[in-house]
């Protein structure tokens, strides 16, 4: 089963612009945000090296635009058992909205039956599609209550993973660990806290 993840983040409140292809299959996976600082293209990263590291094939593709109001700046992550050959879709099975610009700019690259996952306290729209499973979780008021508001984006990857079981929680925590190897052991407890509550939300839809 192949998963492709599109991560995208700007300046500003302005969403950037995803790339479309051809040869998925339905278990495409789409993750998409809005403003910077939301450490999405980190999501991207560790998702990536969590997939590696539990012996599967992943490409990760950041690419950065213009250093101005509505440059963007966007990754792509590929997740196979097989070799990869292209970093190419055109729809996704799971898109992730982090933002209310983003989710308004890429809810159509979500294919019929697929899921969105949407952080409530960002995305206000409306969501109009009823041909799509949805999962609001207010990541970002959860991760004000952990008391590091900086963790919304973990606690979203842990609702990733929760959801697709597309890396173990065991894994992705590795990942961060390495990441903020440097930091104080408070924030690996932050951390952890913020990604199995991430994990734990996302049960209740399985």
Do not use: W
Request: glycine share 12%; net charge negative; aromatic share 4%.
């Amino acid at each position: 089963v192949m998963f492709i993840v599109t991560a995208v983040e700007t300046v500003g409140d302005i969403s950037g612009v995803t790339e479309g292809g051809m040869g998925r299959e339905a278990t495409d996976t789409e993750l998409s945000g809005g403003i910077i600082g939301q450490g999405i293209m980190s999501m991207g990263t560790m998702l990536a090296q969590s997939a590696v590291e539990s012996g599967k094939h992943a490409i990760y593709l950041p690419s950065y635009g213009a250093e101005q109001r509505g440059g963007s700046a966007k990754c792509v992550v590929i997740i196979d058992d097989a070799e990869i050959v292209s970093p190419m879709a055109k729809y996704a099975g799971l898109f992730v909205a982090m933002s209310d610009m983003g989710y308004k700019k890429f809810i159509d690259e979500l294919e019929p039956a697929g899921t969105l996952i949407c952080d409530s306290a960002m995305v206000t729209s409306k969501i109009e599609r009823d041909d799509i499973n949805v999962i609001s979780i207010p990541a970002g008021d959860m991760a004000v209550e952990l008391g590091e508001p900086r963790a919304a984006n973990t606690i979203v990857m842990g609702a990733i993973i929760g959801i697709t079981g597309l890396v173990s929680g065991e894994a992705m925590m590795d990942s961060l660990d390495r990441k903020f190897a440097a930091k104080p052991d408070k924030v690996r407890e932050t951390n952890k806290r913020a990604l199995d509550l991430g994990i734990e939300y996302a049960k209740k839809y399985l």
